[in-house]
């Protein structure tokens, strides 16, 4: 049941895919949406396949044509921030994002959904509100995965911009600085990305974490 609803989103979503009524339609909807939205072979298709499965389950959303995909599996020092617009199979923006400071040094390899663990968590989110505060023009999340991420807003996990994000930073460090657990992005793009992706569209964070790969409900049929 969830492979059929799966597939009449895709295909309301984008009505060019090509599915069709054979066992493999999803993958090969999804397996098309992934090459004609120019993120191959930078962006894994796995970790895109888990994306699209799992926004498809999300109800709530408002936007639904643009997704954020973020790869903790990459180290920082290279581009893991994909923007996505699904309806026009564009990808927007690719770029830079600081993990969390205790999730690792050059790659983010512990999360969790505690206050004051200062590390970043994975899963699903939904982009929330904008403010300005300590650290300008933000982005609020809301967690949509217990256990993982749902404890996002009280943690105050937001995308906001930082000077430590920069290839600049990246070239001299081998690495960029590290935020208290949110999704910093560089300063230059932040208000185009936060203005592109805010109130109600689907963030999917990543991270090669076996506890969560093998208990998430999103990403698990």
């Known amino acids: 049941m969830i492979r059929i609803i799966l597939l009449i989103k895709l295909f309301l979503l984008s009505p060019f895919l090509p599915v069709g009524d054979n066992p493999h339609s999803e993958n090969s909807a999804i397996d098309s949406l992934y090459h004609?939205?120019?993120v191959a072979p930078s962006l894994s298709y796995d970790i895109f396949r888990m994306a699209i499965i799992g926004k498809e389950k999300i109800d709530s959303l408002k936007n639904k044509k643009i997704i954020t995909i973020i790869d903790y599996s990459k180290p920082s020092a290279q581009e893991r921030f994909y923007v996505i617009d699904l309806e026009k199979k564009?990808?927007?923006?690719k770029t830079l994002v600081a993990h969390g400071k205790n999730s690792g040094e050059y790659k983010a390899v512990n999360f969790s959904n505690a206050r004051g663990s200062l590390k970043s968590s994975l899963g699903f989110f939904i982009t929330a509100e904008t403010y300005t505060g300590n650290q300008g023009y933000s982005l609020r999340l809301d967690g949509l995965e217990p256990g993982f991420n749902d404890k996002a807003r009280e943690r105050a996990i937001v995308i906001h911009g930082a000077d430590y994000v920069s290839k600049a930073v990246a070239n001299e460090y081998?690495?960029?600085?590290?935020?208290w657990g949110c999704p910093a992005v560089p300063l230059y793009l932040t208000r185009k990305i936060i203005d592109k992706i805010s109130n109600g569209s689907c963030i999917?964070?990543?991270g090669n974490d076996p506890v969560y790969l093998k208990n998430s409900k999103m990403i698990n049929n």
């Not at 564009?90 to 923006?93: G, N, R, S, V």
């Not at 081998?174 to 935020?179: A, T």
């Open 36 to 38: 004609e939205c120019g």
């Open 90 to 93: 564009t990808l927007l923006y």
């Open 204 to 206: 999917f964070i990543y």
């Open 174 to 179: 081998g690495r960029l600085g590290k935020s």
